[in-house]
């Protein structure tokens, strides 16, 4: 025995089919509002796609153009079973222990970034004399830029011990034309 549907078509948005537009064996489209209905004895019910158990990919109509959420409706938990995610190329990945690693070229973080123990970050030089030597970065501004804008920033000993006031130049020309040299000690800290 073949079984036949009928399918009708409601156009206006929210339009909804009652149990008498509805009989056995017939399916209600809503073209505007892209659902389905069906007569399920007395009642017609909307009908929705079951997602308890997904068994095949879900992958978007194209790249980068479908989202997962949103500002106010977020996901609570994500549960993988897999070591990474790929954040638009960028690779997190898990060791099973609570720890997150990141990439060995690191990543930038918010300023005033602390860890899990609540200390804060130090900066560290990458070349010259402050490589590896906490320092601070200090905004320089000149007339030419203005104030809104560093030009620069200057990179300071950021401990007070016998360094030189800037860590990566050998020399530092004082305002008499003289030279600090690297071997100096430091007179003030910055």
Known sequence: MALAIKIKRFMTAGDVPNTSELVDGEIA???????????????VVEMTADLSAVAEDIIPDGDGTRDLGSSSKRWKDIYLSSDSINLGGATLSSDGTGSLAIAATGATLPAGSKDADGLSFALTGTSGASKGQVISKVPFYTNEDGTSTPATHLKFNGTIDDRNVFTDHHTFTKSTGSNQAEDSIILFQL
């Not at 489209?29 to 004895?41: E, F, L, S």
């Open 29 to 43: 489209v809503n073209i505007a509002d892209k659902k389905i209905y069906v007569r399920d004895g007395s009642t």
